[in-house]
């Protein structure tokens, strides 16, 4: 007890997921489809609050390579990606035969610098080759610069594919994220802000879409008595089981929300007055996120790094963990495109994701809070 583990992120049930998985069994709905997946759909269209179609899939990387699909992307193809991200927002691009452009982030919310996406716009234009999509992400919570990032979609007609797989229950200007881009991204993982154990869903603004991406997702089965395929299709559909601990989820996202922020203001008060710790914060109050993660950045002038604060706590068991590594450092990635200054690679260095779930109790914050009084006399 005295050393239990402090996760940065692990699964918080609410308590009602049982009841949906129990009707699941009742009335053997266990398929990938059942009223627990219409229902979980149902529970996010009502959420997002907009003219919006939600199809729940196996997982968020597949609604991202379906909205790749549902874009036509072909063979050879630019795609345009934040370079700061998880891998699986840039995978499907390769899914596809498509080629990558990678682009650095902006000072304020960590994502897509649209100095740097038009850089990259410009480019593909040059090669007679104009971006098929612009992967916009919204890292550890935060919006992204959506006011600018919609206005070069429009100037150049080029679509926005919103990867909001860590955004569920943040908004930017009072509206919420999962509604920004032309096609839009959510995901359920185990460590996501709530979870289906593994879960993903694509919205749309347009209800043939939807149906157009339930149809892929489900192996594309064309209408006849037979099995007839004039598609390739895929294996994606989100399972009534799944879709039931979602229902559940649903119902303590607000709590869920509250409780990363709390975690954010305890974060706050814990760093403020110290010069060479600063934390990731929302850069004006059109950005309301729902602090997923909590990131503190070290100074460069620090006596000690993020690397030695991760593995001083790791001593302690408390676990935390380096920022994403942005794409174009991945050795898979080696020679691919890429448009923009260095500041990833500086959040790369300098941030270290803190313990954020919201299941992380006082103690626990006590013991995170005695951690760091010591580190800030090695700073
Ligand atoms: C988790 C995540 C994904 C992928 O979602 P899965 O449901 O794990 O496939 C995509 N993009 C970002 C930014 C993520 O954090």
Redesign the pocket.
């Known amino acids: 007890m005295e050393n239990k583990k402090i996760w940065l992120s692990s699964p918080h049930m609410g308590g009602g997921e049982m009841k949906y998985i129990q009707q699941a069994f009742d009335e053997n709905w266990i398929a990938p489809l059942g009223p627990n997946v219409n229902g979980f759909e149902h529970d996010l269209e009502s959420f997002l609050d907009e003219e919006v179609y939600v199809a729940v899939l196996s997982?968020?990387?597949?609604a991202?390579h379906l909205s790749l699909v549902l874009l036509d992307v072909k063979p050879g193809d630019f795609v345009i990606c934040q370079s700061l991200?998880?891998s699986?927002?840039a995978n499907p691009i390769v899914y596809m035969g498509a080629t990558p452009i990678f682009v650095d982030s902006e000072k304020d919310t960590w994502n897509l610098c649209p100095k740097a996406v038009e850089e990259a716009i410009l480019y593909g234009i040059a090669q007679g080759k104009k971006p098929k999509a612009i992967i916009a992400?919204s890292?550890y919570g935060m919006p992204y610069q959506v006011d600018e990032i919609n206005a070069l979609s429009k100037r150049y007609d080029i679509p926005v594919i919103e990867?909001s797989?860590?955004a569920l229950g943040s908004t930017y200007k009072n509206r919420k994220c999962g509604t920004f881009g032309d096609l839009c991204?959510l995901?359920?993982?185990g460590n996501?802000i709530i979870t289906t154990s593994?879960?993903?869903a694509l919205i749309l603004k347009d209800p043939a879409f939807k149906k157009k991406a339930v149809f892929l997702s489900t192996q594309a089965k064309d209408d006849a008595p037979h099995y007839e395929h004039t598609n390739i299709g895929y294996n994606y559909r989100m399972s009534n089981i799944c879709a039931g601990v979602g229902r559940g989820q649903m119902e303590v996202l607000a709590d869920r929300v509250a409780q990363r922020r709390a975690n954010h203001e305890r974060y706050k008060l814990l760093f403020a007055n110290q010069p060479h710790f600063s934390l990731h914060q929302e850069p004006s109050s059109d950005y309301f996120s729902n602090h997923w993660l909590s990131i503190v950045t070290v100074s460069e002038n620090s006596r000690i790094s993020a690397d030695e604060i991760r593995k001083m706590a790791q001593k302690q068991n408390i676990e935390t963990r380096p920022i994403w590594k942005p794409m174009h450092l991945q050795p898979i990635f080696n020679d691919t495109l890429y448009f923009g200054g260095h500041y990833a690679e500086q959040c790369f260095k300098t941030g270290l994701c803190l313990p954020s779930g919201s299941n992380l109790t006082d103690q626990d914050f006590e013991k995170i809070e005695q951690l760091f009084s010591k580190i800030f006399t090695l700073s």
């Open positions: 997982s968020g990387t597949a991202i991200t998880f699986a927002s992400v890292l990867d797989a860590e991204v995901s359920f993982n996501k593994g879960g993903g």
